[in-house]
Each structure stands twice: as C-alpha cells, then as structure tokens.
C-alpha cells in the first residue's frame, strides 16, 4: 500500500466526488488513480452513487407501500453490488453493504409507521454511507491505504433536520484531535451531506450539502486545496447545453465564483466557497471522467479580470411588487414589508425600489415559494400595500469585474437584447454582476444572445 511521503505532511488536498463520479466500478476507479497520482490528496469526500438518492429520498417520504420499499431497496443494492462485484476480496465488504441495507431497511419500516424528519435524514444518509466504505475498498484495490472514516465523528450539527448548521468551532476541534492523526499514512474516505445532533442523530445538510461538507473539513484541517470532481470540464462561461460557443474558464476569483454560485450556476452551491475564502483555500474544479484537461482554480487573486467572465441563468423565478402611496416621503414602510416576509422565513434575492413601490425577486425552485406568496404572505402585505405576484420569470446574471465602472456595459447588454422584455433591472449593489428578470419562455434566447454578443 502506497502511502504519503514526508515531503508531503504540510500539503493536504481534500477531493470531492460527485454522484456521477462514484456512479459505478470503472467511473470509481477512474478516481482512485486521481487520488493516487497526487499524494497531498489526504481525505476524499464522496456523493451517494448515481440513482441512489433519488431511491432514498422517496423511502424518506410518507405513504410509502411495503412492496415500493422492498423494490427502492432492492434497486439500491443492486446499484451497491455491480461495484462489489469488480472486486476482488470483497467477502468483508459485501458483509458491511448488507448490515446497511438491513439497517436501511428497518428505518424504511419505522418511517412507514410514524413519519419523521429525523428518520427521513437517517434514511438520505445511507447513500454515502455504502459509497464511502465502497469507495475505500477501490483505492486499496490499486495500492492506495485507504480507511472509511465516519464523518459523523467530527461534522457535529444541530438538530434542523433536512437543513442542519454545522458548528464550525467543534468540527475544527474534532478534527484535529481525530482525523488529523489518521492522515499520516492513510488516505480518508468520508461522506459528506450528513453529520451528527449532540443526542447522536444523523442529520443531513440539505441541497449542497456535499460539496459543503467538504470545504468544511477543508478549512477545519488548514488544508492547501480543495478540490471538486464532477463531470464537467471545470466552470464555463455559461451552461454548454444553451450554447456550444461557451468555453471553459482556466482562473476565476472568489468574488466571481461566488455571484455564478449565487445566480445558478449549477456546479458549485454557493455555500461551498464560504469555507474556503475564511481560510483562502483555492478551490479547482475538475471532470473525474476527463482529469488530464485540467479545469477551473477558484482563488483570492487572479492574473486577468475581464469586465465579462460569465453569464448565469436561474429559472423559476417569482418576482412580488408591493406598492403604497404611504412609501412616499414616509420612514419605516420597508422595515414592516421586510419583517412580514422575516416571520415567514423568505429570503429576498434582488431589489429595486421607486417612489411609491418595491419589486423583489424569490428564487423558486421547487414551486413551494410560490404557493406560500399566493397564501398567507400575501394576506399579511395586503394589511400594509397592494401587492402583485409574478411567476414564470428567469433572472439573467452578467458576471465580471468593476462592471459598475465600466462605461458602455449597459448599451453592449440592451443592445443585445432587442426583441427580449426586460422585466427588471438590478445594478449598482456589487461589482461583479449586472442583473434582470426576463420571461422563462425567453430565458435560454436571452443567454444565447448575450454570450454571442459579449464572448465573441
């Protein structure tokens, strides 16, 4: 077994791998020669294999019939086993895949009879879990000394099931007293998306979660690099599947990456990038299946700062104008909009204001914003203002550098877009965007249009 050199103690990489990355035998081997071509690379943070969420997270529900649970965990072993089967001396392993399946199997059997939302995020849990041991198994299979560690050790949560906030401070601790040690002659396969409540419960860290977790145990070990494997050659200037002209970026800042996370590009949850700037960690993103054509470094500084770096779409869109004539040479007004959107936990993304009213933008994606706007929300700022909702909308981000300094950005992009109604605009607030609203029916022509213009 191969292990890290001494030359090599103050340099740790923590590498994540993506569902799709860890989806079969030859897509996980593709990633232990990664890890083992590089030996910084000291802790692994792993997705469940592709399909198996979708499989748990319908487990994870209510009304679930005991032939479609025997039949999801059916369909998740069969998943698990078609790796087990590429492996030689793999009697131990199968051993601890099937106690997880049993394991599984008798939460499945608690949710159908008292659904709860912790046993829904021991349920989700399971994915990582058997991808993890699994994974470990692969790299000692081509000489790599690699150990299955149980993240729940170390990443100590609260009790928000579904949504848990890690505490940083305890992660930090139980690092360095536990998993720090290991790395001198292992290399850690852990799981990222769940951790552990103080009465011991698994709990998971909601959309984003893996990546997250990762740059968590990244910033707790004082790591040099933080590296996100996926199935894309790194960051593009926009989504390949709108234009074929977009084209992979080599350097991007912080501050950049962050606006594209933030504005929807899919390939790094915004989250992801808090650890790694409290700590300046560069973060690379990088295709698993593709790693010798390089990809994107994420870091503090770069060498070139284009006005256009990128240009990012996020769907589903529900855009609220509250309008009163009491806004008018009148304090306070915002503050009581804000406190009634505050009560119901709604988060506004963009802003502009006028006279007499105020247009916010809710990102939506899973309808659930809508249906609470049409209800009670609207109820409530009714008391204060008339209100209008808008759905099916889609905000458009330009992403860049001292775009508000810049002259002339505003007749490149509307010059762009004759033809396409602006439903709103929002500039001003960062330097590195300049945002809009357009119809989602409109959305994929918007970004086409843009990048042709501005990337030519």
Partial sequence: MSVISNNDDNLITVSKFGGTSVADHQ??????????????????????????????????????????????????KEIQFKILQELKDSKALETKILTLIDELTAYAQAQSLNHSARIADAILSFGEQMSSVIFAQVLQSIGVNGHAFDVRQIMKTNSLYGQAVVDIEQLADC?????????????????????????????????????????????????????????????????????????????????????????????????????????????????????????TRIQKTVESKPTYRSISLRKEQTLVTVKSPAMLHASGFLAKVFAVLAKHELSVDLITTSEISVAMTFDNPTGSTQALLNSTVVDELEQLCEVSVENGLS???????????????????????????????????????????????????TVEKLHNTLFA
């Fill in 27 to 76: 897509a996980m081997l593709r990633c232990a020669h990664i890890i083992k071509n590089d030996p910084t690379n000291r802790v692994v943070v792993v997705s469940a294999s592709s399909g198996v969420t979708n499989y748990l997270v319908r487990l994870s529900q209510a009304n679930v019939s005991v032939d479609e649970q025997k039949q999801l965990i059916d369909n998740i």
């Fill in 175 to 295: 690092a360095e007293k536990i998993l720090k040690k290991k790395l001198t002659d292992q290399v850690i396969v852990t799981q990222g998306f769940i951790g552990q409540n103080e009465a011991g419960y698994t709990t998971t860290l909601g959309r984003g979660g893996s990546d997250y977790s990762a740059a968590l145990i990244a910033e707790a070990l004082n790591a040099s690099s933080l590296a996100i494997w996926t199935d894309v050659v790194g960051i593009f200037t926009t989504d390949p599947r709108i234009t074929d002209q977009a084209r992979a970026i080599k350097e991007i800042s912080f501050g950049e990456a962050a606006e594209m996370a933030t504005f929807g590009a899919k390939i790094l949850h915004p989250a992801t990038l808090i650890p790694a700037m409290r700590k300046n960690i560069p973060v690379f993103v990088g295709s698993s299946k593709e790693p010798e054509k390089g990809g």
């Fill in 395 to 445: 905000l458009v981000a330009v992403v860049g550098n001292s775009i508000h300094k810049t002259n002339g950005v505003g007749t490149s992009i509307f010059d762009a877009l004759s033809g396409i109604n602006v439903r709103m605009i929002c500039q001003g607030a960062s330097e590195h965007n300049l945002c809009f609203l357009v119809n989602e029916a409109q959305a994929n022509e």
